[in-house]
């Protein structure tokens, strides 16, 4: 079983950074795709960013192209999501996942299979 658990969240004024971070723990993590997905109240959950085992192949969506930059550690089995420039519309749950090895790296919920338990991020002005 693979547990993933997210940290780094917080509150921070518009234009601010944050880095989180999803330690995992498990079987043949550095196999897995990671990927990072955000829920604001009331909306659906909604995908940000991904990166391969390899880590030389990431996608973004369009919101935080430019903005956010994904990365992985696999030495200490870690994700990272650095966040800068925020916006208030940043502000959601933000969750760490992971996706055993796919052609395509998803980018629906249903495509990951594992979770972690979310942690807040509030951009305020």
């Known amino acids: 079983q693979v547990q993933l658990v997210e940290s780094g969240g917080g509150l921070v004024q518009t234009g601010g950074s944050l880095r989180l971070s999803c330690a995992a723990s498990g079987r043949a993590l550095n196999t897995y795709i990671m990927g990072w997905f955000r829920q604001a109240p009331g909306k659906e959950r909604e995908f940000v960013a991904a990166i391969r085992w390899s880590g030389d192949s990431t996608y973004y969506s369009d919101s935080v192209k430019g903005r956010f930059t994904i990365s992985r550690d696999n030495a200490k089995n870690t994700a990272y999501l650095q966040m800068n420039s925020l916006k208030p519309e940043d502000t959601a749950v933000y969750y760490c996942?992971?996706?055993?090895?796919?052609?395509?790296?998803?980018?629906?919920?249903?495509?990951?299979?594992?979770w972690g338990q979310g942690t807040q991020v509030t951009v305020s002005s």
């Open positions: 996942a992971a996706s055993v090895p796919r052609l395509r790296i998803g980018v629906r919920p249903g495509e990951y299979d594992y």
